[in-house]
Structure formats: C-alpha cells, structure tokens
C-alpha cells in the first residue's frame, strides 16, 4: 500500500512572570499555548466505494499555573512550594470521505461522508512540597514530603453524517453505529497522593528511604450519546488505593565513581478507557465489554549500576533491571465465532509479567570542543502465565554521535542510531523487523539570548526500515503493515525565541 503524504504545522507560545523578593518569596505565573494542525490524503482507503480521503486534526492545548516558592525557618520545613494549575486539551479529528452509492468506476463520488471524533480533557490540580535539612548525630538528612491531588474531567464524542455531493441533501447513515455517540461515557477521575522522602548520608554512602500512599477513583458519568453505541452493558465506578514503598542507596568509591541499587513499588490505576469502554458493532462483527473491576496493575522493580563522572566532563552509567508486573493490564479476546455471535474484546488483568534488561550511556570529551556521545539498551519480556514474548518490549537499540561545539555559539552533530532485528514475538504470524542503522546530521546556532536557530537532515540514506515499538503486535500478513514504515530522508528547522 501507499503511504499516506500528510502535512502538519505546529505553534508554541510560552510566557512566564516571576516577582520575587526576600519577604514574599517567589512568585511564579506560567502560561502555555500549543496547537498543531494536520491534513492528511488517506490514499490507503481508496477503494471502488471510497475515491478520495481527506483528514484535517487539530490538538489545542492550553495550560496555567501558578507556583508560590518560600524560604521558611519552622522546625519541620526549611522550604515550602505550593503549586496549583489545570490544562484544557482538545483533540479534534474531522474527515471527508467522497464516495460512491449506486454507481460504479469511473463515475464521480456523490456521496461525501463526514465524520468529527473528538477528545476533551480538563484538568484541575494543586501541591505542596516541603524540604527539609537536618543532622542528627553524624548522618545528614534531607527530607522531603507533600501532597497533591487533581481532578479530571474526560469527553469522547464522535458524530458522523452524510449528504449527496454535490448539492448536500442529508441520506441515511448505513446500519452499524448510531451517531452521536461515545465509545466510553464522560468520565470525572480523582486522585490523591502523600510521599516523604529522606536522603541520609554518612560520608561516601546514602541510603534514600521514600513511601508514596495513591488513591484513585474514577466515576463515568454516562449520557443519551453513550447509551447509543452501549447496547446495555454493565459500568461502574473504579476506586483503588495503593502503597509505594521504595529503598534505594548510592556509595562513592572514589572522587569518580560510585555505585547505585534500588528497589521500588509503582503502581497504575485502571485508566478511564479501560474500565467502561463499551462498545458493539454488529455490522464490523466484534463489540468491547467494559470491565470496571479492573485491578490496578502494580510493579516491583530492582535496579543496580555504575556510574562514573570524571573532571573533563565525560562521564558514563551502566545498569541493570529486573521488573516484575502484576494484574499488568492488556487487552484480551473474551468470545469469538461459533462460540458467540460476535467477537468479544476486554481489557483484563494479566496475572504477572516479567521484564528484565540493561542500559547504559556515556559522553567522552576529547578536548573542550570534540565530544563522542552514546548509548545502548536492551529488554527482554515474558507473560509468566503462558510464557510467551511481549511484544511491546524492543530489541537492542543503540545511538553513538561526534558534536563539535563551538566557542561561537554554534554546533554540529554527526549521529548514527541502529537497532538489532527482533526475533522474540508472542506468535510465529507476529512481524519481526528486521535489523537497521540511520545517520542523521544535527546542527545549532545561538543568533543572540534570545533567538536560537536549529537544523536537521534525518536518515540521510533513506534506509527502509521499521521502528519495532510501531509495529508490535502487527501480523506479517496485515495489509496496511507499509504505513507503519519510519519515514524515510527529511529535513527540519526551527526558530526559538525566548524573551
């Protein structure tokens, strides 16, 4: 299949006024305003029916914070910082789509199908953070703990209608879906959490004792809109509570060198589109229960390593990790033909999944101006319960650069980034991309403070290749497998102006 040729154009505007004075402390107002358009000729859905695709998106984003930072002298706070903002994210999805009804190739479309799926989020948030530093006997203390809590409302609606073109005289919508609709009703999410945390340090060694308590509920708030791609299946409300535990500890060999390890408890709470998706279409054959009780999909995880930091400014880690997942949340196939009339999808709980792997980075300066960068990575996944791969987890990927920087506010960079094939998938007809490598060229330059002005050519070779998180999941035979290729040679700049 072809690609789908796709032009996008994406504006930034970020402003800040901070006050500050001894007395008062400091005061910080943010705002941030991010959109970015998209239009995209879908040639892969041409058929005899569909003659043309036309897809316009928008993502709009606005947020404002305002954050209050004070120096104290109370006997269990050196510093406070209290922070409160909310976020108003958009996401509109609008498509053209001229087909043809009643007539064949080569006649004209003289139908135009519209469709407007969009995705609202608004998010309400405030914390408080306090540092304090102490010594009690030879061991120093840093400890820090706070709280915070937000609140977000969540919206998924999506309208579709037809008309005949020309002319624009409503006709009837095919069975299958009745429009509006949502495919998961409005949702309101709160959470809450408390952390402490503690730095303690005896000369070369630290040991860094934390707890963090989450709570987390969720209530869907459904509507006529909801009940209308619902077809009577069961919702709920999601609450969860979870305690994180973590002990980690660092100790200096030397002026250079020092070792690390940690252990820690993370925890995921059943997102909104996972509890109460529900949604069933007879025409396409498949529907999708809801599952609000969902458990809340925890992780220990273990990490130990090296790193290295010398007086030049080069610098290395290594390191190591091994995680294991429980009730990891995954999407699963319930019922299929014969056994059930259609085919029955839900987001279930996973039993245990274990992922383990190693990282490692570094940066070696040749002189002030020469600098060689890299780095390597490498993961391996298991569902324990049926032993097979995750397919969600990469090969061994790897980037390592040369950067000039000069002492006239410019750079370059030369970049080659390269990945092993993946061999390890969850089913023999799962694709397996192969192996390849990419060169970039990077450069920068500082015009004045204010303006800094930056450049790229990206696979300067055009290489053929598939990023492997793209494609995960996918089947060999999968017809529209070529549009997940990565884009082949391109070309960026960029202005950035900061006052």
């Known amino acids: 299949r072809r690609a789908n040729p796709q032009s996008f154009q994406s504006n930034n505007i970020l402003a800040k006024l901070i006050y500050e004075t001894p007395d008062s402390g400091r005061w910080r107002l943010t705002g941030e305003a991010t959109w970015r358009g998209f239009a995209t000729d879908i040639v892969s859905a041409r058929t005899a029916t569909i003659t043309e695709q036309i897809a316009r998106d928008t993502k709009k984003r606005f947020r404002l914070s305002l954050d209050w930072t004070q120096q104290l002298s109370w006997a269990i706070a050196d510093e406070i910082r209290l922070a409160a903002y909310a976020t108003d994210f958009d996401r509109q999805e609008h498509l053209d789509e001229y087909r043809r009804s009643g007539v064949v190739a080569p006649a004209p479309a003289n139908r135009l199908r519209v469709s407007d799926f969009d995705f609202r989020q608004q998010i309400f948030g405030a914390n408080a953070q306090f540092t304090a530093q102490r010594q009690w006997g030879a061991w120093d203390h840093r400890i820090i703990y706070g709280a915070t809590v937000d609140f977000t409302m969540t919206s998924r609606p999506r309208s579709r209608h037809e008309v005949t073109w020309p002319g624009g005289t409503p006709v009837a919508l095919p069975p299958g879906e009745t429009f509006p609709n949502k495919n998961f009703p409005d949702t ?63 100790y200096d060999l030397n002026d250079s060198f020092r070792v690390f390890g940690q252990f820690a408890r993370g925890f995921r709470a059943p997102p909104y589109d996972n509890a109460n998706f529900a949604f069933s279409n007879a025409l396409q054959g ?24 010398f007086t030049d400014g080069s610098s290395f880690q290594v390191s190591g990790f091994y995680n294991l997942y429980k009730d990891f949340i995954n999407t699963v196939t319930v019922c299929a033909p014969p056994t059930c ?4 999808f839900q987001y279930q709980n996973v ?27 490498y993961a391996n996944g298991t569902d324990q319960t049926t032993g097979a791969a995750i397919d969600s987890v990469d090969p061994l990927t790897g980037v390592a650069s040369l950067r000039y920087t000069s002492a006239q506010n410019w750079q370059v960079e030369a970049r080659m980034k390269a990945a092993l094939a993946k061999t390890r998938v969850s089913a023999a007809t799962i694709y397996q991309p192969g192996a390849y490598a990419t060169f970039d060229v990077l450069g920068s330059y500082e015009i004045n403070k204010h303006l800094t002005l930056r450049a790229g050519v990206f696979n300067i070779f055009n290489a053929r290749y598939f990023n492997a998180i793209d494609v995960a999941g996918l089947t060999s035979t999968n017809a529209n497998l070529e549009l997940f290729r ?4 391109s070309v960026s700049a960029s202005l950035t102006a900061k006052f």
């Open 486 to 489: 990565a884009p082949g040679r």
């Open 351 to 377: 039993s245990s999944v274990r992922i383990w792997g190693f990282e490692a980075r570094g940066e070696y300066r040749i002189n002030p101006e020469w600098s060689l960068h890299g780095a390597v990575a």
């Open 286 to 309: 498949y529907e999708i229960l809801p599952n609000f009780g969902l458990r809340p999909e925890t992780v220990n995880s273990f990490e130990a390593g090296l790193r290295g930091r």
């Open 188 to 250: 309101h999410t709160t959470q809450a959490a408390f952390y402490i945390q503690d730095t303690i340090q005896w000369g070369a060694l630290r040991i860094i004792p934390a707890v963090r308590f989450d709570y987390y509920h969720l209530t869907p708030k459904p509507d006529a809109a909801f009940y209308n791609s619902n077809p009577g299946f069961a919702i709920g409300n999601v609450s969860a509570f979870a305690v994180s535990p973590k002990l980690g500890a660092t």
């Open 341 to 344: 009339p259609l085919i029955q």
